[in-house]
């Protein structure tokens, strides 16, 4: 059995496709609509391989920031582009936390004199 | 990243001998071995097609030290081909309809028999290709007119351009090559090189600057022209080209632990069809010394041609070239993964 040192170990993302062996149908599934977003479409797989970075960071995944960090470097994106993609990210979250603030001044409004 | 300026050789590090990077390669072997992951397709032993390309290497002199260098080329070397050899490569392709001659080194122009060698590849209607560091061109006043040299024997021009940002081509090729490089791109533009209608071919190399594969060539190419533009830099194609891990790209791979992690991608990625279509089956690798291999990096691991064809270009017998099997190892892996890889980039 596997030794449970830390919730994340680097060798577990390459056991991702296994996943389909509790749960084939389902997890096959997933991975041809995960095939079907990546391809190039109206984005490039360079500019989809950016959103994934940011969104690596929004979920905060390690797996997925190990495996699109390495997927933005092979389809040519530059550290600038990647650094961008994870303020977008940060960005957007931050924004989300503050945009809030709006409620919060409209009950203190409400609340006070 | 800092970069060498001394070869393997030169620093006595181990890796310089061929034998030692073929024990390693053998040694350290992830999952199937190539034969065996040949054998599981059904294309073992792989074979030549014939000869579309005769690669003449004419010397391990450069004036890079590239950290990625399969070659260990630098300045310190000094194997570079003698016109004599030059002169039996030229017996060899008199009587055949060979239709490239590929010239790599090294730097090829430093060798100072390389535009004899040219100007008698082209008088036999050879098409001449050169596969051009660009700095070269700027690194003494008498190559700054290569480029009008290339252009009055018609050279398809293939340079090496890693990356369109400084950070990432000098970490990988040393301090200053990427300004060097744009610079001696216009000069090649500047003369007609990569212009629409020139009919003069400038097509770059681009390999990864690290331990990670080439993505989609198209894609990278489509990259390469939009970044190349803001200093008005044209060209034809774009290469992807993936590393093997033989010489200085092992070492590198070796002295940041990345090698293991680097076969097992390479081994993850065999494509069946790339390995079909490996430039090995259509190639001639013609050593500095006129030794004959199945490819530029058989060369580097000293894996001459099969027993039963010969060795040495005195000996040049093309029916036997044509028949020979390859001769295959570890760092074929570098060639057949994803798309696969060759000299003149994806494969399959
Ligand atoms: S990669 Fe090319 S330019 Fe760089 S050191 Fe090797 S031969 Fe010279
Ligand atoms: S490394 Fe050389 S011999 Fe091996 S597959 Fe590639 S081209 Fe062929």
Redesign the pocket.
Known sequence: MAENKSYYNPEDLKKFGKVTEFQEEMGKKFFDYYGSVFKEGALTAREKALIALAVSHTVQCPYCIDAYSSDCLEKGADEEQMMEAVHVAVAIRGGASLVHGTQMMNKVKDLTM | MKTATLSLQKRGNKLASPSAQVDFLSHTSIGDSFEEKLQNTGIFPLTATGVDIFQVNVGKMCNQVCKHCHVDAGPDRKEIMTRETMQLCLDALKGTDIPTVDLTGGAPEMNPNFRWFVEELTAMGKHVLVRCNLTIILANPKYHDLPEFFKKHQVEVVSSLPYFTARRTDAQRGEGVFERSIKALQMLNEVGYGKEGSGLTLNLVYNPTGSFLPGDQAGLETEFKRRLKTYDIEFNNLFAITN?PVSRFLEYLVDNDQYESYMEKLVNAFNPAAAMG???RNTLSIGWDGYLY??D??QMLDLKLEPNAPNHIKNFDLGKINNRE???NQ??F??TAGAGSSCGGETA
Do not use: K, S, W, Y
């Open positions: 093997l490996v430039m090995c199945d490819c990096f058989n390859i001769v295959i760092h074929c570098g060639c």
